[in-house]
């Protein structure tokens, strides 16, 4: 489908199998910045175009909005961000600051079904889950249900951070019963920078190591 800015006339390929099927979404120009609104039912055939000033949008890190979360926007990511959902409200302005100054490009969800709808269609590399995000005990929660049912392929590109009442910083065998890359337990929000800091590094030292054997046993 293209789409024209009709701010800065900038115009964009998207993948059909990326927009959700016969509803209204909207996106971001990536030029202008300019928020433009879709309707499908409106659509018509798309006029053709120079190639000049065509653009076809990579739409790996794209997130399309769906009628049913119509506030949400579709956003268009550099290849190499990386990206970051934070499901905690109490702690949200903590996880803000420490992901940020990892450069981390940040979204929330407004509960647990758009959490999951969130992760369906956007590859995120961090998720940080608070244990009763969505007033719910985490063996009920919806969000961490769909986390390890994950394919194991996908599951390990993404640091799942799980905080809450009842876990001991770093503890590494709460981190693997919970089936999470690690536990913080809220009273050190206040350290969450230098946890993560901790944490995150030596996961990429352990993927490197994992991936280096994968290679030289011909497997990656």
């Not at 509803?23 to 409106?42: E, M, Y």
Request: with cysteine; net charge negative; hydrophobic share 35%.
């Amino acid at each position: 489908m293209q789409v024209t800015c009709n701010a800065c006339q900038r115009s964009m390929n998207i993948l059909d199998e990326k927009l959700p099927k016969d509803q209204a979404f909207s996106i971001t120009c990536p030029g202008c910045k300019n928020k433009i609104k879709v309707d499908q039912h409106l659509k018509t055939p798309d006029p053709p175009t120079p190639p000049q000033q065509e653009e076809a949008l990579d739409t790996a890190g794209m997130a399309v909005d769906q009628e049913e979360f119509e506030d949400d926007e579709l956003v268009i990511y550099d290849e190499n961000d990386q990206l970051a959902l934070i499901l905690d409200e109490t702690n949200q302005s903590a996880w803000t600051q420490a992901l940020e100054s990892r450069d981390y490009k940040i979204q929330y969800a407004k509960s647990p079904e758009h959490a999951v709808h969130k992760m369906k269609i956007t590859h995120f590399h961090f998720i940080g889950l608070h244990e009763n995000y969505g007033n719910k005990d985490l063996d009920n929660n919806t969000v961490y249900k769909t986390l390890i049912e994950l394919p194991m392929v996908t599951r390990r590109n993404i640091f799942v951070a799980l905080i809450g009442k009842n876990f001991k910083t770093l503890k590494n065998m709460q981190a693997f019963q919970k089936s999470v890359n690690v536990v913080i337990n809220e009273k050190d929000i206040n350290k969450l920078e230098d946890v993560l800091k901790k944490s995150i590094s030596e996961i990429e030292i352990f993927y490197k190591v994992f991936k280096e054997t994968l290679q030289s046993m011909g497997k990656a």
